[in-house]
């Protein structure tokens, strides 16, 4: 290894690769290695948009590595496909029964030639040379019979446009080393990037936004706007702390209701550092407190199907050509199927797929609205049903009270509602399970069309097709190179009556990846979750009725968590409800992030529409604070109560969180930016390396700084001390002086 350090940026085409490359570069310690997800153009943007000083060398694969040459100056190392990452992907596709061929870019179809070769393999395999030749190639294909193809990633993204299963062949970890290797070698000679006009270069970026540039100590240097409010230079003035020595950050702030998308990056010029900030109007409506409505545009509709288990094209079975001829008329259309078949995954792809994509897919959820959501989609002359053109997507149709169904079929009778939008509606049904008068009555009245989502246990024959499918996307996903399951193990999955259907199917497959660390999944996995699911499943549930004994020798402790426990089962898991029969008024939950399965800007979004959604229901005067666990920073948890701005919900400091997990911030400098909103505090220690939940005055923790900053900075928040033995903690306060020896 060469002892100067490199700075590398990787362009994974996929996040399995993304995952993949991180791991490989903890073998390099003088490597600083930074991945973006971003497959052709969508890379070459992610490019576009860094720092040019920031990287001395840039790793990426195939066609995305290609365009990223067009717009920098530094050298592009590509990612190589070896014959074992096409031999483990070939043999990942022996479950699939019909017709398949090799289709790629001659860096996949070479080693496949020599595979083929070496092995006597009769397969298939067809070079092309651009995204126009993969269309034409897959045409004949398709023409020939073939539904399936083992590829590259230009090929693979074309492929699922047209229909076919395809499986992409990954990169290994072979692969990676080798692409690293490379780059730190061209980084030794390549040298330093020229500086000069970086800060004109930087500024004049197409952003569509406004730019601002700050001094360390927070002081104007630059800005192209009109005038930046008090509260503007504030914001980025908490958050230049935050900004990594490489890469950017993202967060988010609110100006006269408009939500804008924040990057910052460190900017060098002339070896002085300062930090820019690219203000850029997000997509993101800033929603109206509406339970159970939500508008939703053609892009994040995507980005959900994408990410679901119906975007695999197989997972549609024998019913893609009834659904697409679906999605082409404007006819009401029921959806029905048992819990887990996909139904709201079904709507999306027919609004998709429909000629009204680009008007807004409206969810009127009839579980989750109230009185003021029904009168506001009924009544408000801003309603989503008075827009023409809109889809308007009724969820939970079984959940509807009755006098709304009978108001909503009069509105959609009297105002020829199913003219002017399109109406879906789907509907939750148990095995052999009658239509409802409601039902029933809506489809005559509205001649409305029905589909019907089969249960996964009626195709227990396209298990072994469907598995493969979906663990080829799994080692995208997850970075992993697992090569299918043993015999018995896919035999398990079939015989299997899966109750609650895809949505269970794809959440055991999950584990099962997630699990596995060999190059199969084995039967003994499969048996183990399996069985665990039937527990899970027969399990009796606690009564509502039942009583707490009242047995004296009992601790103080058990009994109130038999209490709790009663009273969470009498309100149906809802814990919520059950604090607010028990009299509590503040509740702390964990925030939910986990880095490299959620992208923050997306899990910030997601959240702050939640939270949104779900406050109103609870009562005004409890506190709902999020704890954080595995958050890299308090950035993340900011942003959601910034933007979502209800007293109810608040926020939790868990001190031996912030210095172990995954926390990239020390403890101390968590306090200052959650100090506004921070309604309680978690008090542990630990050495940094493992959450011990240790006393306070045994860890690397500076406890008393700790104590200080939040007696200062937050007085009115409330301690929690967690500790198995909370003895050693009270006498070390004592010694401190915070608590009295009384």
């Not at 790629?104 to 070769?117: D, K, Q, V, W, Y």
């Not at 045409?139 to 076919?164: N, P, S, W």
Request: hydrophobic share 40%; aromatic share 8%; proline share 6%.
């Amino acid at each position: 290894m060469v002892e100067t350090h490199t700075r590398i940026l990787g362009i994974a085409p996929y996040d399995g690769m993304r995952t993949a490359m991180e791991q490989a570069a903890q073998a390099y310690p003088n490597v600083e290695l930074e991945v973006y997800t971003g497959d052709l153009e969508e890379g070459q943007a992610i490019v576009q948009r860094m720092a040019p000083n920031s990287y001395d060398c840039i790793i990426s694969r195939g066609g995305t590595a290609t365009l990223i040459r067009q717009v920098t100056d530094l050298p592009v190392v590509d990612i190589h496909i070896s014959v074992y990452d096409v031999l483990r992907t070939m043999k990942l596709a022996e479950n699939y029964t019909s017709l398949y061929a090799i289709v790629g870019f001659p860096s996949i179809t070479e080693p496949a030639h020599t595979l083929c070769s070496l092995l006597n393999f009769d397969l298939d395999i067809l070079t092309v040379r651009s995204a126009e030749e993969v269309r034409h190639t897959l045409e004949r294909l398709k023409q020939g019979g073939y539904r399936m193809v083992v590829c590259d990633m230009v090929t693979h993204t074309i492929a699922r446009e047209m229909g076919f299963d395809a499986f992409l062949i990954t990169s290994g970890i072979e692969s990676l080393h080798s692409a690293i290797d490379q780059a730190v070698n061209i980084s030794t000679w390549f040298g330093q990037l020229r500086q000069e006009n970086l800060f004109l270069r930087s500024i004049t970026q197409e952003q569509g936004g406004r730019v601002v540039v700050m001094e360390p100590d927070g002081s104007l240097f630059y800005h192209n706007m009109k005038d930046i409010s008090p509260e503007l230079h504030r914001c980025l003035q908490t958050h230049l702390r935050e900004i990594p020595a490489t890469g950017s950050l993202k967060f988010y702030y609110t100006e006269r209701s408009q939500l804008y998308s924040i990057t910052a990056q460190v900017l060098l010029m002339n070896n002085v550092q300062r930090y820019l900030f690219y203000c850029v109007p997000s997509r993101i409506p800033l929603h109206s407190s509406r339970p159970g409505l939500r508008s939703l545009n053609q892009g994040e509709c995507e980005y959900l199907f994408s990410n679901s288990f119906y975007s695999l094209s197989g997972a549609m079975g024998t019913q893609d050509a009834e659904i697409n001829a679906l999605a082409a008329v404007r006819q009401p259309l029921f959806i029905c199927g048992e819990p887990g078949t996909g139904k709201e995954q079904i709507a999306r792809y027919l609004y998709l797929h429909s000629a009204l994509v680009n008007r807004p897919l409206v969810v009127a959820n009839c579980a989750l609205m109230n009185d003021k959501s029904w009168d506001f989609l009924l009544n408000h002359y801003n309603s989503p049903l008075n827009a023409n053109g809109n889809t308007v997507y009724f969820q939970n149709f079984e959940a509807i009270p009755e006098q709304w169904s009978a108001e909503l079929l009069a509105a959609i009778e009297e105002t020829g509602l199913a003219r002017r939008v399109r109406l879906l509606f789907s509907r939750s049904v148990r095995p052999e399970e009658p239509v409802s008068p409601v039902t029933r009555r809506f489809i005559e009245r509205l001649g409305a069309l029905t589909l019907e989502l089969p249960p996964l246990r009626s195709r227990s024959d396209e298990i072994p097709s469907l598995s493969s499918l979906y663990l080829n996307s799994l080692n995208l996903e997850l970075g992993k190179q697992l090569s299918g399951f043993e015999p018995r193990a896919i035999e398990m999955l079939r015989q299997y009556p899966w109750p609650n259907n895809y949505t269970q199917f794809k959440n055991l497959l999950r584990s099962l990846a997630t699990l596995t660390n060999g190059p199969y999944i084995r039967s003994s996995s499969v048996a183990d979750l399996l069985s665990k699911e039937r527990s899970l499943r027969s399990a009796p549930a606690a009564h509502p009725a039942a009583v707490v004994s009242t047995d004296t020798s009992r601790t103080l402790e058990s009994i109130i968590g038999e209490v709790v426990q009663q009273t969470v089962a009498a309100h149906g898991g809802n814990r919520a409800a059950a604090a607010r029969q028990l009299g509590i008024r503040r509740l702390v939950i964990h925030s939910g992030y986990i880095p490299l399965v959620y992208f923050p800007e997306w899990f910030t979004e997601q959240s702050v529409a939640f939270w949104r959604e779900f406050l109103p229901e609870v009562p005004e005067d409890m506190v709902l604070a999020l704890e954080n666990v595995m958050d890299e920073t308090p950035q993340l948890m900011t942003d959601i109560v910034r933007q979502v701005d209800d007293p109810r919900l608040g926020l939790c400091l868990d001190v031996g969180h912030a210095n172990s997990c995954a926390s990239r911030t020390p403890p101390l400098d968590w306090i200052a930016p959650m100090a506004p909103y921070l309604r309680h505090v978690h008090l542990h220690n630990n050495l940094g390396d493992w959450d011990l939940h240790s006393s306070l005055g045994e860890g690397s923790i500076p406890m008393q700084q700790i104590l200080a900053a939040l007696l200062e900075q937050c007085p009115a928040s409330t301690w929690t001390i967690e500790n198995q033995d909370c003895t050693p903690s009270l006498a070390w306060l004592v010694r401190q002086g915070y608590l009295s020896e009384e």
